[in-house]
């Protein structure tokens, strides 16, 4: 009976012999695959064993951590003002993952970037856990508290984008209603409870939507900061006080159709300046219309439409439109038609005008630091183009200062500053049916320099019809933000 | 036996029985210890890595294991001094770190939410205890492993019962998904398949011992093939039926193959003949394809297995295909895969998201995690060995009862460690049986220390010296008329 006992001895070590080939087969060569599988929980139990870095406004964190009692993940997000913050920070979730700022640098913040592998060794050997990384923001907390509170009391739906035109620093960036990410922050049931009102179905007002960037608004009689530059740029009209070729009223051309102005103002043959202080659509409709889609476009991109803006959270490309009719491009060049602009769009063209016609690309973060607060990554302000000469750049300045002098924009004055601003009053809905969207756009002027630029949108489905406009509902916020800037530079 | 010598030398050559193995209960004592400290250093380990101090149990969890290990020592040494010195100690060493791996679990919070740990080393500290004492049982009153030849038919009626067990009403429980393998007596539940493992061996080794002639020579040649006559057969024909039915009713895969492989195991070795090991796959083949093609619980562990990931998905997101799916399956690839080489130390891996079988079924993943290919080819190797000496004991065993009694224990364990681990690593279809001492259960670890007892007291009637022979007359004479 030996004989066959031996092979089964061999049968029973090839049995043995299987098993441990499979198993080298685990966890040699499949190991990293199957670790790194981003559906294998330890991938995030890791990410949440250690806390994360900061994000960080005027030298102060704007976010947290804490220790999560129950579950797997060791430490969960907290915000401080989460629903101020949400447009700058996104939001980065036990359960839903991570947006924005959040999403962008979660390297830095999770320390994980490649940048931090020398630290991470080094910590690793010492035995210090690990630690993430700061994102230092270029944002103004007061300008931000002043654009989110002003939105707050108007209510309604609406934006804010603020920027310094000499760098493209991004001050403010506020949408209102927000969120708190604070409330998803974690993986129990009241996140997900959390998660699903935010959710666009069960909330029609959206709040998750980061509208200063990602939603896109006609920009009304805004626009007409463009196309007045487009006049400029293409020789048109060589100063703010040359009379412009302007019947009233206005057919515009190929159609029958008359371009109405918002009441009976002196339109007829006015100058740039009083065309934009009375915010003449006659006047720009032809301006837009004489100088032909093509180099309506050709400006509006020298401005940034058309293509995403990358801060280096992305913000949608805003609209303006080719191959249009003389007449659609006449309803584009007053900001209708298909003409659609975000926030952050609007404030790049009035930062452009106040930066002396040079338009530097918009960024919100400054530096990213290891956790030792060591500079790992200056952002440089980068010029992104250069839509006016600077002398075109001071005439439209003068224009624009005139619109909040004695025009529609008065709301804006700032006492012993000098503020640029256009008010817009954007169309809305089929046939003008739903309650217009309320634009303005400024700069102020301090001395020679201009440390702010804003755009500001509400919509307001509330307010009465007849009192919505760009000077009532958008200028006061737009005031008080230039106000925070310039009071914190002092 | 040695024949006297012709010559008058006063040396007298004599079989390898009569000089006898060395006993090397010492060398087993000394192994032991180490079989006791590793694990305790584990437990170390484990509290170290978790709560930052020694484990406040580490003196009584130490005292416990080395009490036990040193009553089944001292039992070997006093009522089978010959026996094999390994086996004992390597038993001991898996038991210990199935209980570090158990306490460890018992840590996790994710498994007390779902309640499925805290206190459950304790309980399995308890069941070793019983285990040993039925280990100390067998070794004191089984003098002779041949006195269970006695008992064949009565092992047959036996292990049919045990095993038909849980298909009793009312008797049988359903703890979990699948298989129903359980029955529940209080608040207690048994695994009577455990226990039908070693009563089947020993109706086999007792059957085939009186038949193995009939069956090996009585035969006619056919196709190359010896083929046995029908009244042989019979009983063959029985016990492939019998693991077909268990696989149908009780739907356990890993049982019935465990059955049937060791039966062929013994009837191989019993008759020396090839045909009846071709003949035994043609038939296990024939009745999984069968059984495969309308039981939807096997179909589902074959799929699981082909497309673990799928499965995981299944689970996730449900499905309506009216078949309870289980993410186990990758959740123990991702363990295994987590660990890699050297594994993430005790403690610090996450093996607790496999769920409820974390310390049963699939604690070889733990293994596999925390101590990474490294350990889990050490615990593969020690389960090896284990089966090694177990067949050594089958060889050296002068019986033939003895050699396909251990033969049958030592390949039913080979056999039950393949299906497990190689179900919880991928290799073969998931079964759901459990780990010999390392999961959590106390019918495996008390049925198991049964069946090391066993193996031991046939290793110790192999390994006794023969009686020394009879003084010759003639060796008396040469004694007494010195030459010269």
């Given amino acids: 009976m030996n004989k066959p006992l031996r092979r089964i001895a061999i049968f029973c070590g090839l049995l043995v012999l299987a098993l441990l080939i499979r198993d080298n087969w685990l966890q040699y060569v499949k190991a990293d695959s199957l670790r790194e599988d981003p559906d294998n929980r330890r991938v995030l139990i890791a990410r949440y064993a250690t806390p994360r870095g900061d994000i960080i406004v005027d030298g102060k964190a704007i976010t947290g951590h804490a220790e999560t009692t129950s579950g797997d993940f060791k430490y969960k997000r907290t915000y401080k003002d989460g629903a101020m913050w949400a447009p700058v920070t996104g939001f980065v979730s036990q359960a839903y993952g991570a947006t924005q700022l959040e999403s962008i640098e979660d390297g830095i913040l999770t320390g994980t970037d490649d940048r931090l592998f020398f630290r991470n060794t080094l910590d690793m050997l010492t035995g210090k856990p690990k630690e993430g990384g700061n994102v230092v923001t270029t944002l103004s907390a007061a300008a931000q508290k002043a654009a989110y509170d002003g939105l707050k009391k108007q209510g309604g739906k609406g934006a804010v984008a603020a920027i310094e035109p000499s760098t493209g620093k991004i001050l403010a960036l506020a949408s209102y209603p927000s969120y708190d990410p604070s409330t998803i922050a974690g993986g129990s049931d009241a996140d997900a409870e959390a998660w699903k009102k935010l959710d666009k179905k069960n909330n029609p007002d959206d709040p998750s939507l980061n509208r200063a960037l990602r939603e896109v608004y006609p920009p009304g009689s805004t626009f007409k900061v463009v196309t007045a530059a487009a006049a400029l740029e293409n020789g048109l009209y060589k100063s703010a006080d040359e009379q412009t070729d302007s019947p009233l009223p206005w057919t515009m051309p190929g159609t029958t159709t008359q371009l109405k102005n918002e009441g009976n103002i002196p339109c007829k043959n006015a100058t740039l300046r009083v065309a934009l202080q009375y915010s003449c659509n006659t006047v720009f409709g032809k301006i837009g219309s004489q100088l032909g889609n093509d180099k309506m476009l050709e400006e509006a991109k020298k401005f940034g439409f058309t293509e995403e803006q990358f801060t280096p959270v992305r913000s949608s490309a805003s609209v303006f439109s080719d191959d249009m009719a003389p007449s659609e491009v006449a309803l584009s060049s007053i900001g209708q038609f298909n003409t659609a602009a975000t926030p952050l769009q609007m404030a790049m063209v009035a930062s452009a005008v106040a930066n002396n016609g040079t338009l530097m690309k918009p960024y919100m973060v400054d530096s990213l630091q290891a956790p030792n607060v060591d500079t790992l990554e200056k952002t440089e302000p980068e010029k992104l183009s250069e839509p006016l000469s600077p002398e075109n750049a001071q005439i439209l300045q003068s224009m624009m200062e005139t619109v909040v002098e004695k025009g529609t924009g008065t709301t804006a004055q700032i006492d012993g500053v000098t503020v640029g601003g256009k008010t817009g009053t954007a169309q809305h809905g089929e046939n003008n049916s739903k309650n217009p969207y309320a634009w303005f756009i400024s700069y102020a002027k301090v001395g020679d320099s201009a440390p702010v630029a804003v755009a500001v949108v509400v919509q307001d489905d509330k307010a009465v019809r007849e009192n919505i406009s760009g000077s009532g509902l958008a200028a006061p916020i737009a005031k008080s933000v230039m106000e925070a800037v310039i009071d914190s530079k002092k | ?484």
């Fill in chain 2, 1 to 484: 036996m040695s024949s006297s010598t012709s010559n008058t030398s006063t040396h007298h050559t004599s079989t390898i029985g009569a000089i006898g193995a060395p006993s090397r209960r010492n060398t087993e004592l000394a192994l032991l210890v180490f079989a006791v400290l590793i694990p305790v250093f584990a437990y170390a380990n484990v509290g170290l890595a978790i709560d930052d101090q020694v484990p406040s149990g580490l003196l009584s969890y130490g005292l416990g294991l080395g009490l036990l290990a040193g009553v089944a020592h001292l039992v070997v040494r006093k009522f089978a001094p010959y026996a094999d010195p390994l086996m004992l100690p390597l038993a001991t060493l898996l038991n210990g770190l199935g209980l570090v791996a158990i306490w460890r679990l018992d840590q996790s919070k994710l498994l007390q939410q779902i309640g499925q740990a805290g206190g459950k080393a304790t309980n399995q500290l308890i069941y070793t205890a019983m285990g040993i004492a039925l280990f100390a049982v067998v070794l004191v009153f089984l003098k002779d492993h041949r006195v269970l030849q006695r008992y064949t038919y009565i092992s047959m009626v036996g292990a049919l019962v045990l095993l038909l067990l849980p298909l009793v009403p009312g008797l049988g429980a359903n703890i979990t998904y699948g298989a129903k393998i359980w029955i529940q007596v209080g608040s207690f539940t048994i695994q009577p398949g455990e226990f039908a493992k070693i009563v089947l061996a020993v109706f086999f080794a007792g059957y085939l011992m009186v038949k193995r002639d009939a069956l090996a020579l009585a035969s006619r040649r056919f196709m190359g093939l010896y083929l046995p006559r029908g009244r042989d057969l019979g009983p063959i024909i029985v016990v492939w039926m019998i693991s077909i039915l268990i696989l149908v009713f009780e739907t356990d895969l890993g049982t019935s193959l465990l059955f049937f492989g060791m039966f062929i195991i013994m009837l191989y070795v019993a008759t020396e003949r090839t045909s009846w090991i071709v003949f035994g796959l043609l038939m296990s083949a024939a009745g999984a394809v069968g059984v495969a093609s309308f039981e939807p619980h096997v179909q589902t562990r074959v799929q699981a297995w082909l497309d673990p990931m799928r499965e995981y998905t299944l689970s996730r997101n449900g499905s309506n295909d009216g078949i309870v799916h289980s993410e186990q399956a990758m959740q123990a690839l991702w363990a295994f895969g987590s660990g890699g080489t050297l594994g993430t130390g005790w403690g610090q891996g996450h093996s607790e998201l496999i769920r409820f079988a974390a310390n049963s079924d699939f604690i070889l993943a733990t293994f596999g995690e925390e101590l990474g290919l490294a350990g889990l080819m050490a615990i593969l190797l020690i389960y090896g060995l284990i089966v090694e000496r177990g067949v050594r004991t089958a060889l050296a065993a002068r019986d033939p009862f003895g050699k396909l009694l251990a033969i049958g224990l030592s390949g039913a364990f080979a056999l039950q460690v393949f299906v497990v681990a190689g179900g919880v690593m991928g290799l073969i279809p998931l079964t759901g049986m459990t780990m010999p001492f390392l999961a959590y259960g106390g019918s495996s670890v008390i049925a198991n220390w049964a069946l090391i007892g066993i193996l031991i007291r046939i290793s110790d009637t192999a390994r006794r010296p023969a009686p020394a022979p009879a003084p010759s007359p003639d060796a008396e004479m040469t004694q007494v008329v010195r030459p010269s």
